[in-house]
């Protein structure tokens, strides 16, 4: 356990995924940054390797994410405090203490902050006023060490071990989703895409009442969707719109929640809704999809958007650590951070049925 005897040993300088330019990256020695005011600076224990990452890496968000290189990306990471701004007291953390990370921190300020709703923060991109994105616009967590807002720390359990806390983020946005879905007891929900975020959606819909959760998609995944009580559907055999109707006697879904977002399935998850049901989008389209507008009208049917999380690591933290939510399940594979290149292949092509592939800065 790391005290307050010991925090004068923080290295000078420290390994991190550095990239350079667009689909160029290495593992190089940089500086360890100073924590600012009310930040922190944590030593990184784990870090989950997200879809989003190796589209920042391959620069699908010009001049936003990152603005300019070099960059450190990764923003779903768990580790342990070793140093504290000189303004963080009474706020309950301490030298040692484990935490689990998240990406956004709002300027507490806007409209939108005031409301809770800091993911929307109207004042995006403005960090002179405490505006924050880890891991995609400002330096994140695949590095030794990590300076972050207090803002985007959560205290973990001692049940939780720091590759499961890794997942504390994503696991954030899939409560989230059901959440903004207005879940009730007894619904049957469809999930679309049986990836990461689809089976943590499927948990946590279980955790919040769904008495059937259907998950769409193709691959070895959907092994994990029986395995968590789930009802899988093959794509790639049968129409996921027919399928979820023909399982719901020809009624549909009452909650949709589309973790995909590739090609057609927006559209296809509001096909796959009841009457009077609710659709989440919570994978991010690339491309404009038209949607049934009148049956979204005549059958009122509520349409979700999803942007990551709010408030929702305190709540996912308990459920995880009580095994409602079995993250352990989705990690396949881990790799030291020296080794980021394999890591990165084993995710994006899937290699060995690669789910969550975890990177070790500081492997023990
Ligand atoms: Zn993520
Ligand atoms: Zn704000």
């Known amino acids: 356990m790391m005290t307050a005897a010991n925090v004068a040993k923080i290295d000078k300088t420290m390994d991190a995924l550095v990239l350079t330019g667009v689909n160029e990256f290495e593992v190089r020695s940089v500086e360890v940054p100073e924590p600012g005011r009310l930040e922190v600076l944590c030593r990184v224990e784990a870090v989950a390797i997200c879809g989003t990452d190796p589209e920042i890496i391959q620069g699908h968000f010009p001049g936003r994410w990152p603005r300019a290189y070099p960059f450190i990306p990764g923003h779903e990471w768990s580790g342990v405090i070793v ?56 330096n994140g967590a695949y590095a030794q060490y990590i300076r972050c807002s207090i803002k985007t720390i959560f205290k973990i359990p001692d049940a939780l071990p720091f590759a ?4 504390v ?44 959760v259907i998950v769409v998609g193709h691959g070895e995944r959907l092994q994990k969707v029986e395995a968590f009580g789930g009802e899988a559907v093959d794509n790639t055999q049968e129409d996921g719109v027919k399928a979820v109707r023909r399982l719901t006697d020809g009624r549909g879904a009452d909650l949709t929640i589309d973790c995909a977002a590739r090609g057609q399935t927006p559209r296809e998850s509001v096909e796959m809704t009841r009457k009077g049901g609710r659709v989440v989008l919570t994978g991010v389209p690339l ?3 038209v949607l049934p507008l009148q049956r979204l ?24 650590a009580s095994q409602r939510i079995q993250a352990s399940s989705l990690i396949t594979h881990t790799f030291p951070l020296r080794e980021f290149r394999v890591a990165y292949d084993t995710f994006t092509k899937r290699i060995d049925g690669a789910l969550k592939v975890i990177v070790e800065p500081n492997p023990q």
């Open 83 to 138: 140093k504290l701004g000189e303004a963080v007291e009474g706020f309950g953390l301490r030298v040692g203490d484990r935490v689990a990370g998240t990406s956004h921190a709002g300027c507490g300020i806007c409209r939108m902050c005031t409301t809770g709703r800091y993911n929307l923060c109207e004042n995006y991109g403005r960090e002179e006023i405490g505006h924050r994105q880890y891991g995609h616009y400002v």
């Open 297 to 320: 009208v005549l059958e009122e049917m509520d349409v979700y958007g999803v942007r990551a999380n709010r408030g929702t690591c305190e709540e996912v933290i308990p459920l995880m």
């Open 287 to 289: 491309e404009s999809v």
């Open 164 to 167: 499961e806390a890794a997942l």
């Open 169 to 212: 983020d994503p696991a954030s946005i899939a409560l989230h989703s059901v959440k903004r879905g207005q879940i009730q007891p007894g619904d049957t929900v469809a999930i679309v895409g049986a990836g990461p975020l689809g089976l943590l959606a499927m948990q946590c819909a279980f955790a919040l009442g769904a008495a059937r």
